[in-house]
């Protein structure tokens, strides 16, 4: 560390300085804060925004830290920032002399939802961030393995590893095992995933042993593969750059681009079979054969990007759902059955990581298609299409407490019933994020966009807000600058008035005096 405090630049500084603000993580002169006050006489923690204080400032902060748990945090923000340089430097090196492979590294890394889907908490203990070095073999090794996991959902909410399958480039088997979640298991989705409860007995392999395997398999700088990948590193804890993503590659003949095929659609039209037969349970190892044939067919075949759009019927289970979204915070999920009409049971949607925090969504989930229609027609609202040209309503209603909110009502798919609208991992149609591929059933990359959407309008919402804020602010100062400058001249035209009346009152003594003369002489 002290290697490295020598020579860093001031922005991995100011990086490692908020990852201790937002943990609330003190040295031995406190936080951040506290820190300042002792270390800086004069302006204290008054200016406490790390990008605005110096270099010797934050070095001296990082110093006070002698926790071996605190410093390997430390370590592990500047091994991120160093794989972000890394990255950067591929994509600033001129692809004229890159292998088919690398250009395909550099087709994920330069999609627009890369930033997005591949931002992981990479500082959190139990990842492994593996290592890639600015200048050697690594940044131009065209040697590939592919992967695929599958994840059980857990009591606590959260997803755990129970199976991951690695091939080679000859679909050699590098790696197959299952996997103890070490949790209380709430549903093994033995229909999705293939693994059912037995299986897991006695197994002892750990997600912390699959780790190890990784970190040994990806040393060489190895080009990891998979499909909507983000989500096996998510299950994985392992943050890798050099990465290709099938469901970046390949897209949809005229779809927007983040519109991402399903891995099953993919393989019927560039090899030419199914993965997996509809209603099928998932096969770790074909699923990461199916990522790896993919690869080779761009690489060895040259076969296009596009595949052409298949138009399949929704899910019934998907149309008997409305999206309720953009739900206030400050009204209860059970107040909504107020607003909605018909017989339906309410499926409040877990928050993703990037969601707002004061509003949220649900699903009313209704019997049948038939119903949800129906509902849908009954609200009055104004008629509107979210970003995708799905029907939604905004609709007013007034909560227990008196008070008049919104939100909007969509349906869960076009009025043609052209498009999919279950994930990856739910029910493997056509719209896949990279949000949960095992867990999420009825959302769509839209409803991802359109958040983020919403999320934009709501922060410019801020900024005018604040921007508001800041000109009345202003005015008042201006203000109060005309009060001063005011006082001040009251103030001059006071002095003046007093000297005034000073000289005034020294003939009027002298006068005096001469009068007390006269009386004087008069006497004698």
């Not at 600033?92 to 890394?109: D, F, G, I, M």
């Not at 139990?126 to 290592?131: A, G, P, R, S």
């Not at 989930?365 to 299409?385: M, V």
């Amino acid at each position: 560390m002290d290697d490295f405090l020598a020579t860093a630049e001031k922005k991995v500084l100011v990086e490692i300085v908020k990852v201790a603000q937002k943990r609330g993580m003190k040295g031995s002169k406190g936080d951040w804060k506290q820190f300042l006050t002792s270390y800086d006489k004069k302006f204290g923690s008054s200016l406490s925004d790390p990008s605005k204080r110096s270099t010797d400032v934050l070095t001296a902060f990082v110093r006070s830290f002698d926790n071996q748990d605190d410093l390997q945090l430390f370590a592990r923000v500047v091994e991120c920032n160093s794989n972000r340089q890394g990255v950067a430097q591929f994509l600033n090196n001129s692809p004229a002399n890159e292998s088919k492979e690398q250009k395909l590294v550099r087709v994920t890394l330069e999609h627009p939802q890369y930033p997005i889907d591949y931002a992981f908490p990479s500082h959190n203990q139990d990842w492994v961030v593996t290592k890639l070095k600015k200048k050697s073999k690594e940044m131009i090794s065209n040697a590939m393995l592919a992967v695929d996991c599958e994840m059980v959902l857990c009591e606590d909410g959260t997803e755990a590893l129970v199976r991951v399958c690695v091939v080679d480039q000859n679909l050699e088997v590098k790696l197959d095992e299952l996997v103890n979640p070490d949790k209380e298991v709430a549903d093994y989705r033995t229909e999705i995933t293939g693994v059912a409860a037995s299986e897991l007995a006695g197994v002892t392999c750990t997600l912390a042993d699959i780790q190890k395997s990784f970190k040994k398999l990806l040393s060489d700088g190895t080009i990891l593969i998979g499909h909507s990948l983000c989500n096996d590193l998510q299950a994985l804890k392992i943050d890798h750059k050099m990465v290709i993503d099938t469901a970046y590659v390949f897209r949809y003949s005229d779809g927007p681009i983040y519109r991402k095929p399903s891995l099953n659609n993919l393989c019927k039209a560039v090899l030419g079979y199914e993965v997996r037969k509809k209603g099928s349970p998932h096969n770790c190892l074909d699923d990461a054969c199916a990522a790896m044939k993919l690869v080779l067919a761009k690489v060895e075949r040259e076969v296009g990007d596009t595949i052409p759009s298949v138009q399949e019927d929704v899910p019934e289970i998907n149309t008997a759902k409305l999206l309720l979204h953009r739900i206030p915070r400050t009204v209860p999920s059970k107040e909504l059955h107020k607003a909605i009409p018909g017989n339906f049971t309410l499926e409040v949607k877990k928050p993703s990581i990037k969601a707002k925090g004061d509003i949220y969504s649900a699903f009313a989930i209704f019997k049948n298609e038939q119903e949800a229609q129906l509902t849908y027609e009954k609200l009055k609202g104004t008629q509107e299409e979210d970003s995708t040209g799905k029907p939604q309503k905004l609709i007013e209603f007034k909560v227990s407490i008196g008070v008049i909110t919104d939100f909007y009502v969509r349906k869960m798919a076009h009025d043609s019933s052209l498009d999919q609208v279950s994930s990856k991992r739910a029910l493997e149609v056509e719209e896949s994020t990279c949000a949960n591929k095992k867990q999420k059933t009825g959302q769509t990359i839209e409803d991802e966009t359109m958040s983020d959407l919403d999320h934009c309008c709501d922060h410019l919402k801020e900024i005018e807000r604040l921007t508001e804020e800041q000109e009345k602010l202003l005015k008042q100062c201006s203000d109060q600058l005309k009060d001063i400058e005011g006082l001040k001249q009251e103030i001059k035209n006071r002095e003046y008035e007093i000297s005034m009346l000073k000289k005034s009152q020294v003939p009027e003594e002298q006068e005096k005096r001469l009068h007390k003369k006269k009386d004087k002489k008069k006497r004698k």
